[in-house]
């Protein structure tokens, strides 16, 4: 069965369909990851987006459930050049996913490239394509779409239950290699829905802000959080947790062109000198130049990737340290952030009580 990608400049893409079949809507993005393909589809931050895979084969080493980034699919459809194998391309249909294989997607990267990140309806079987030109024009722009409550925990859950650390992750879209690396860095980990109140989270020794998908800007409750944690608590940011913590203390974001979007994005720390292969997923970036607190920048085009402000105990990264999939370069700084978290003065309390 042929299908079609349409964009919403006129563009038009074919293929060979090999998901599920139907009309989805969605923002047309790239990954540059040569591996992967799974977690890529997995990860909550590709919510709403039609994903265009830049390797010239996808699928060739199947699937697993080991390497779900979290309890279902999340990306409103899959781009590729040559799809391989029948366990990634049955995955897809059983997952609802449509899917193309045979695309052309040199061409398309390079009008993405050019003209940025669009919208897109991905079509497979029989449809008006009129009706879906309409659809498409009445489907909503990233850019001010909040995205977090079709993705975030319903309720409280345990993810580790001992540790030398007792942290708190606030799950705007956390994907699972994050609690991984959380636990084995030694902290006991509890994740808690996106609208939980401060107080709450500030009872632990750290809170983590977790990746997600959208634009950071409407989610106000988020960064008023944010806000009442800071100086009560040490934080982290991780990607959207990493805008929200910059949104939080005074800064601004703004919408990338085509975003990063990839498992090979250079990053140099700018205290050591290191630079950090890193895997990257995001559409919006922090607005900071010449901001002391910027810790990390990138090398593909000078926007921020970490920041540093100690007189409030936070640090962000916009890159991805768990790499699930990537380079494992900076997974040391969340064992990092871990070690030298310190007992909470309500913990402090209760030990001189006793």
Known sequence: MSGLLLLEDGSRYSGES?????ISYGEAVF??????YQETVT???YTGQIICFTAPMVGNYGVGPERCESDRAHAS???MREARGPQWTRWLAERHIPALSGVDTRSLVLQLRERGAMRAALVTGQAALDEVMAGLSGFPSMAGTALVDRVSTPAPFVHARSGRARVAVLDLGCKRSLLGCLARAGAAVTVFPHRVEAA???RYDGVVLSNGPGDPAPLLHEIETVRALLGQVPVLGICLGHQLLALATGR?????????????HPVLARRSGRVLVTSQNHGFAVAADDDPAVSHISLYDGTVEGIELPE???????FHPEAGPGPHDARSSIAAWV??????RRRQALAQAA
């Not at 990954?31 to 992967?36: A, D, H, K, N, P």
């Not at 409030?312 to 916009?318: G, H, I, P, R, V």
Request: glycine share 14%; charged share 15%; no cysteine.
């Open 77 to 79: 459809g899959v781009l």
């Open 252 to 264: 601004q974001t703004f919408k990338l062109p085509f975003g990063h979007r990839g498992a090979n």
């Open 18 to 22: 090999v998901g599920a079949p139907g």
């Open 312 to 318: 409030l105990e936070a640090l962000s990264y916009q």
């Open 200 to 202: 709450r989270l500030a």
């Open 43 to 45: 990860d909550p931050s």
């Open 31 to 36: 990954t540059t990851s040569m591996t992967g």
């Open 339 to 344: 070690d030298a978290l310190r007992p909470t």
